[in-house]
Each structure stands twice: as structure tokens, then as C-alpha cells.
């Protein structure tokens, strides 16, 4: 079956840019989705096919994918930015999650 | 604006059948090209995907769920439900349900992502 690796954890110092990778066999081939996870909260998608943002989340947020690894970017990283994040893909109709990254703005 | 939220017993005991409902305002779950879909999330962990079913009525489920899983439509009340039989502590979670676009694009298909949840059910199964 399909997997997404995830690291466990990203650090980053307050205003600087965090990368969050996903990785996958040929995942440049699929599209890729991001969610962040707050606290208590639900998870909200914050990008979608790979690279689009949907209405409301800031342009800090982007995304890039290539070959075995997607990729999100958090610019001007905030401490509001502080969150799980987790990538998505479509594998022959199954839907399948990365295992998670938190992310810590220092 | 589409609206979901999930309801249903908080404590289900060991071996009995997990019953959740996802009640859909403003939309129709009969309409569009969506997936109506169940996650949940062990405490401290991952999201772990449960299952879809799609506007055509067609289902698929996490194969290591499937022999237990059933998800369903009920479009008089425009809600969607989960069904888990014989649960077990492991089956202890908070649950989502959510949805996501796809359909056709040219000769192929696309997913936009989940872009609309429930805010969760937590569902605890002692051991």
C-alpha cells in the first residue's frame, strides 16, 4: 500500500520560512493536500492539488511538488502558525494520510 | 455555506456497534460531486482515514477497516452515518466527517481536498 513519510517535527525561528516535506513514491505524479491541525481543533485544508491555496489562507502558505517529495512552505512564519500539519493523496481510490509534522515556531 | 457536524454516543462498549451521524446544512449531500468522508484521530495521534462514499452511492474503506465499516446516506435527512461493528479500545477516537470535491477533469480525474469538516465526535471504548 501507498505511504506518505512525514518528519515528526519542524522548528522554526519567528519570521523565518519552514518547509514541511512529504514523501512518496513518485508523488510528483499525484495531487497533494495539506491540512493544518490546531489544538482541540479540526483540521483545515490550507493547500490543494499541490499548490493551490483555497479562499481565506494566507499567501505565506505554498506549496511545491516534485518527483518523491511534496513540499509546504510557511513564510513569515507566525507563532499562530504552530500546528500539526499533514499531507494527502489519492492512491487508486484510497485516501491516504502522512503520519503528521508539528510544526514549532521558536 | 455547507455546514457538517457529527453526533452520536460518546462511550460504546467493547464488541457492540459504533452508530455516528454527520448532519449536512446548507447543501444536500445527494448533490455535487463529492466525497461524504469519515476520519478519525486516536488521542495523540494521526489522522487515519475511515472511509467515502460518494455522490453516486459508491462506497470504498480503509482495507483495514472494511470487514467492520459501513457508510451510508439517508437523503430524507440529508445525513450521513457510520457504522463500526465489534469495536475495541483501539477503536477509541475523536471522529471527523468531511468533504471533498472530485469528479471528471479532461481524460482523467481530480480531488480538491477536504475543504470542508465537522467539528468531531469523540467516541470512547474502555477496555
Known amino acids: 500500500s501507498y505511504e506518505l513519510t512525514q518528519p515528526l517535527s519542524v522548528s522554526v525561528a519567528l519570521g523565518q520560512t519552514a518547509r514541511v516535506t512529504c514523501g512518496g513514491s513518485n508523488i510528483g505524479s499525484k495531487f497533494v493536500h495539506w491540512y493544518q491541525q490546531k489544538p482541540g481543533q479540526a483540521p483545515v485544508l490550507v493547500i490543494y492539488?499541490?499548490?493551490y491555496r483555497p479562499s481565506g489562507i494566507p499567501e505565506r502558505f505554498s506549496g511545491s511538488n516534485s518527483e518523491n517529495t511534496a513540499t509546504l512552505t510557511i513564510s513569515r512564519a507566525q507563532v499562530g502558525d504552530e500546528a500539526d500539519f499533514y499531507c494527502?493523496?489519492?492512491?487508486?481510490?484510497?485516501?491516504?494520510f502522512g503520519g503528521g509534522t508539528k510544526l514549532t515556531v521558536l | 455555506q455547507v455546514q457538517l457536524q457529527e453526533s452520536g454516543p460518546g462511550l460504546v462498549k467493547p464488541s457492540e456497534t459504533l452508530s455516528l451521524t454527520c448532519t449536512v446544512s446548507?447543501?444536500?449531500?445527494?448533490?455535487?460531486?463529492?466525497?461524504w468522508t469519515w476520519i478519525r484521530q486516536p488521542p495523540g495521534k494521526g489522522l487515519e482515514w475511515i472511509g467515502y462514499i460518494y455522490h453516486t452511492g459508491n462506497t470504498n474503506y480503509n482495507s483495514s477497516l472494511k470487514s467492520r465499516v459501513t457508510i451510508s446516506v439517508d437523503t430524507s435527512r440529508n445525513q450521513l452515518s457510520l457504522k463500526l461493528t465489534s469495536v475495541t479500545a483501539a477503536d477509541t477516537a475523536m471522529y471527523y466527517c468531511?468533504?471533498?470535491?472530485?469528479?471528471?477533469f479532461g481524460s482523467g480525474w481530480t480531488y480538491y481536498g477536504m475543504d470542508v469538516w465537522g467539528q468531531g465526535t469523540t467516541v470512547t471504548v474502555p477496555s
Open positions: 494527502q493523496v489519492w492512491d487508486s481510490s484510497y485516501v491516504i
Open positions: 468531511a468533504r471533498e470535491t472530485g469528479g471528471p
Open positions: 492539488k499541490g499548490v
Open positions: 446548507g447543501g444536500s449531500v445527494s448533490s455535487g460531486s463529492y466525497y
